[in-house]
């Protein structure tokens, strides 16, 4: 995503679809990561990382916090093009699971791991 790409789509009247293939992109990448995370996300077979594969489980976690992140940063820069760029039905859904993703991070798990 670059301005140019931002002012091409805004001439062109497309600018809420390129905010919506990023945002989709990005909270593609948060449902990839979210093994790490199987408290927040409920699985039909649980999922349990052994002591051993902390450094896995850790990895996974900040990885499928960071694209939430990701998210969140492109629906900011998407606002201040105005509401009306997120006018498609997707993004409610998109922006409420990454915010899931977001708060249980900085709630449950940034203490507890090393930065």
Same mark, same amino acid.
């Given at each position: ?13 497309e ?21 790490g ?7 039909q077979i649980?999922v ?5 594969q ?17 998210? &969140?940063?492109?629906i900011?820069? =998407? ?6 760029? +997120?006018? !498609? $039905?997707?993004?409610?859904?998109? &922006?409420?699971?990454?915010?899931? =993703?977001?708060?249980?991070?900085t709630?449950? +798990?940034? !203490? $507890?791991?090393?930065?």
């Open positions: 995503m670059t301005s140019t790409a931002i002012y091409a789509q805004k001439q062109s009247g600018l809420g679809s390129l905010f919506l293939i990023w945002c989709t992109n990005y909270q593609t990448l948060v449902d990839l990561y979210r093994i995370v199987p408290q927040l996300f409920k699985f649980a349990q990382f052994p002591p051993e902390s450094s896995f489980a850790s990895h996974y976690q900040k990885t499928c916090a960071q694209h939430a992140f990701q998210v &969140a940063s492109t900011a820069e =998407a606002m201040i093009h105005g509401t009306n760029i +997120l006018a !498609d $039905t997707c993004m409610e859904t998109i &922006a409420y699971d990454s915010l899931r =993703a977001i708060l249980y991070y709630t449950q +798990l940034i !203490d $507890t791991q090393s930065t």
